[in-house]
């Protein structure tokens, strides 16, 4: 296992996640890159899982990096504790998907490329701070939740009606007047229909992320 950052004190934990709720974003990179020693700690479990260690950290380090974006100072817990259930579970829905990680997003595969057009890895934005190529990261793996969230927690009615409302994988979108006349229903039963599925996709969503309601 790779030599990591010493850990934060409590007292430079504070300073640094305060530096970052006043948009400091030097300070948010730190509280990642001092952390990892921590990714490193929960992968440990899953040694003997058959995943190579590398695609290990890889995904636990998104799940720190979501930690970092979504923790509430004001709850009073630590930033580990908080960190430590983000990257299981980053973990856990990797096992889920039954997927190696390293075929979509590995810390050391290209994942981007900077202003210049050199390709960048994610270990390259966690040492240098890339902070346009580091959302993308995660805005990729956010839209993979949820199309998680909606294949595994809605019926076939819901996912035809999401499906048609917001033109997944390729279809048009429709009004709920459409799909009522597509399907033979009223519109107002469209609406529950919808309201219920969202409902679901969200709880699935931040189950599944580690992020808070």
Known sequence: ?????????????????????EGDLEAREVLINRNLRLVAHVIKK???????????????????????????????????????????????MMFRSGKKFSREVSIYDPIGADKDGETVSLLDILEAGDREVLETVIIKQDVKILYEAYKENLTEMEQTVIRMRYGLFGTKEHTQREIAEKLGISRSYVSRIEKRAVGHMREAFYELSGKTL
């Open 46 to 92: 899953y040694q003997q899982t058959g995943y190579d260690m590398d695609d290990l950290l890889s995904v636990g380090t998104i799940g720190l990096i979501k930690a970092v974006n979504t923790f509430n100072v004001e709850k009073g817990s630590r930033l580990a504790t908080y960190a430590a259930k983000c990257v299981e579970n980053e973990i856990l």
């Open 1 to 21: 296992m790779k030599t990591f950052p010493k850990p934060l004190s409590i007292q430079e934990e504070r300073e640094y996640l305060k530096r970052y709720k």
